[in-house]
């Protein structure tokens, strides 16, 4: 399949070794094609067309709605809403924090899981715990809740949900316990939807402003 | 609620891990243990472990279960992981070491690929040597489905157990890495491989 590197990349195609650049088209095996989409060094041309999640039913709530509208600029239909924290305005939102250094061709992926799951979300980190993270007060009111803090995190400057009970359950959890990570692992494991948990590759594992 | 301990062991080398893995359960663990071993007629004791491991809810009985590959030694005490079942989870587990560039590293290229079609992404790939399973409705269906994906191929389960998932998704609970290759679950991955 076609795809757009983002990195440039010594690769093999039809047995010969060649370098391709940054900006560069090149057809290459689907298998090699989606991990380079998953770690964020290339990207699908028909994730650059948002047709599929520009109607009425999806769209973006994010807290700074000018800022991420000039990262996905080239994407004039989706539609943006600005929140002062994490809600469900559409069918199926993607909550999208401005901070995060958004991989725009990752969106229609996310919208697609919300056929079979309630929440997609990407985890932290593999090596970061519950137990690692947060001050001491906020880690023992989690504990409390999820029983053992060896537990994976979920990173929230990315959410994808359906807007149906169970996930404005989590929402309003998560918001009335106060946001950021912790609280929404609470949340989780309270209300216990559906949650696929995506690769930390879909959000970089850039700085976190939790 | 009934609980067990479940190994699936098939083979010499399997036998003797898993002789050691009960040991190290009975150190901190009283709940009663099975191990599944019975003779289903497969061409290798790698097939026949997984196509039992896939069977899994049907050659047990407790309503709560912790399998473990026969590699695994517990080195703390590991209740919390059926409390977590009892509180409405279906499945306790820990994702792979293997992500990004490594995963499905192990399986074979023609499953990959094929899982990577359906799936239509890179996904979290999900480590099934150590999971609690609480049975109910939803799980039995999933463990049909596990089964039926791993036939296709008759190989490893990793890739089956994920377009399983996408065909009956759980309710799956991530702990992290000491829960399998650390320090409450030590995991010494391949040490009943048969060359």
Not at chain 1, 85 to 97: G, M, N, S, V, Y
Not at chain 1, 157 to 176: G, I, M, P, Y
Not at chain 1, 196 to 205: H, R
């Amino acid at each position: 399949m076609w795809i757009q590197l983002v990195q440039a990349k010594n690769t093999s195609i039809s047995g010969k070794y060649i370098r391709a650049e940054a900006g560069d088209w090149i057809d290459v095996g689907k298998q090699t094609a989606l991990m380079w989409i998953a770690d964020g060094s290339a990207q699908i041309p028909e994730a650059l067309d948002f047709t599929h999640i520009s109607g009425e039913l999806s769209g973006i709530a994010t807290d700074d709605r000018e800022l991420l509208t000039k990262r996905t600029s080239q994407f004039q239909d989706v539609k943006i809403e600005e929140m002062t924290k994490p809600t469900l305005i559409w069918d199926r939102t993607a909550w999208i924090d401005s901070a995060l250094e958004l991989r725009p061709e990752l969106l229609p992926i996310g919208f697609g899981m919300l056929d079979t799951w309630q929440i997609a979300v990407p985890l932290y980190d593999y090596k970061v715990l519950a137990y690692h993270y947060g001050e001491e007060g906020e880690r023992e009111k989690t504990k409390q809740v999820v029983r053992d803090l060896r537990c994976l995190m979920y990173d929230t400057r990315l959410v994808f949900a359906r807007n149906d009970t169970e996930c404005n359950q989590v929402f309003d959890l998560w918001n009335k316990e106060g946001g950021g990570m912790l609280a929404f692992l609470r949340a989780i494991y309270t209300v216990k939807p559906f949650i696929l948990a995506l690769p930390s590759t879909w959000t970089l594992g850039r700085p976190k402003r939790d | 609620m009934t609980k067990a301990i479940v190994w699936v062991v098939y083979g010499d080398k399997a036998a003797e891990a898993c002789k050691r893995s009960r040991e190290s359960v009975s150190f901190w663990n009283s709940d009663p243990q099975q191990v599944v071993t019975q003779d289903i007629g497969a061409v290798s004791n790698k097939i026949a472990s997984r196509h039992s491991k896939t069977t899994l809810l049907k050659r047990t009985e407790a309503d709560s279960l912790l399998y473990l590959d026969a590699d695994t030694l517990i080195r703390q005490a590991i209740d919390v992981g059926f409390e977590i079942l009892a509180d409405g989870w279906d499945v306790v587990m820990v994702p792979s070491s293997n992500q990004e560039q490594d995963i499905f590293w192990h399986i074979a290229e023609i499953e990959r690929n094929q899982t990577m079609h359906e799936l239509g992404y890179a996904p979290l790939q999900l480590q099934c040597g150590v999971m609690f399973i609480a049975r109910n409705a939803r799980t039995v269906k999933f463990f049909d489905a596990w089964h039926d994906e791993w036939m296709r191929y008759c190989d490893e389960d990793q890739a089956a157990f994920l377009r399983a998932l996408k065909r009956v998704p759980l309710r799956v609970w991530l702990l992290g890495y000491p829960w399998n290759g650390g320090a409450i679950i030590e995991h010494r991955f391949g040490a009943c491989r048969e060359s």
